[in-house]
């Protein structure tokens, strides 16, 4: 008996038949996509707008010294300048000395007034903000003295150390320390009352309350403090040399003036707002390094 060949219907045929390859769609080459327009606004946008300012400056300042008179040109004071700083730092006498010098001598007595400001209004901002007592009784004592000129401080100095470098530093502290008491007393007093809690269930100490819940929290206000105090102490470290004497950048920019060198004095102005937005931006930079920490 022969065998009957096994047929397959054609719709189980197609079935059982591997599905048909189908090749895969190529990607876009890298130079087909799209390029993204680059903006030039992020840069361009904070070199432009101060130069243009400076030019709007540079061009009022030719404009209205330009028929002569007692303030020199752009040209003569870029030219004064110059020679100025070609040698800050010579000395021929003691108080005949290079820009440099009297510079440094400046920032030096406002390091040692503005250090021993933070050493005593930042432990004092955190203590009024820490007791409602201490604050209620030491508030109208701040309120009256802050407003004070500087000026008014440096007879004081000069009374009480009978010298004139430790008047100006005298004057830098007291006038500097203000900045720091209010910022920091108010960030301790802004912290959130679940923080204190906390440290309350925990039976924290007041050391380890200050160092380790307060200090974190109440330092964007501490550096804001610090960053007024610098400029505080920097304006009036140049008022208070005027009137003592001796190396300075108030001294020299007074003793310039007594000699009728108007180019100096307004060097002077550029180099007094200079190094004070140098120290602004220095400190606004730690705090940002803090700040992200």
């Not at 327009?37 to 840069?43: A, D, G, T």
């Not at 020679?83 to 010098?101: C, E, H, R, S, T």
């Not at 309120?143 to 401080?153: G, I, Y």
């Amino acid at each position: 008996m022969l065998a009957t060949p096994l047929t397959v219907p054609p719709s189980e045929a197609a079935a059982a038949s591997p599905p048909p390859v189908v090749a895969a769609a190529r990607p876009l080459a890298p130079s087909a996509a799209p390029r993204p327009r680059r903006s030039l606004r992020p840069w361009l946008l904070p070199v432009l707008a101060p130069t243009i300012g400076m030019a709007l400056l540079v061009g009022l300042w030719t404009l209205l010294t330009q028929k002569g008179g007692a303030f020199p040109t752009p040209a003569a004071t870029w030219g004064a300048a110059l020679q100025l700083f070609a040698d800050p730092f010579y000395v021929k006498g003691p108080n005949d000395q290079g820009i440099g010098w009297n510079i440094l001598a400046s920032l030096q007595r406002v390091g040692i007034g503005f250090g021993l400001a933070a050493l005593v209004g930042i432990p004092l901002g955190f203590a009024l903000g820490r007791f409602a007592f201490l604050a209620q009784m030491l508030g109208p004592l701040i309120s009256l003295l802050r407003p004070v000129s500087p000026l008014a401080w440096l007879p004081i100095g000069l009374l009480a150390f009978k010298s004139a470098d430790p008047a100006a530093i005298w004057t830098i502290f007291i006038c500097s320390i203000w900045p720091m008491i209010l910022n920091t007393a108010q960030g301790v007093q802004r912290v959130p009352q679940d923080y204190l809690n906390v440290a309350r269930v925990l039976n924290l100490s007041e050391w380890k309350l200050i160092t380790r819940i307060l200090f974190p929290a109440v330092l964007p206000y501490l550096l804001t403090g610090v960053r007024l105090s610098v400029g505080t102490a920097w304006l009036v470290i140049v008022a208070a040399e005027m009137l003592t004497g001796g190396a300075g950048i108030g001294f020299w920019l007074w003793d310039e003036w007594n000699n009728l060198n108007v180019a100096h004095i307004l060097i002077a102005i550029f180099v007094i707002g200079l190094v004070g937005l140098l120290l602004e931006q220095l400190l606004m930079a730690v705090g940002r390094r803090f700040s992200h920490d």
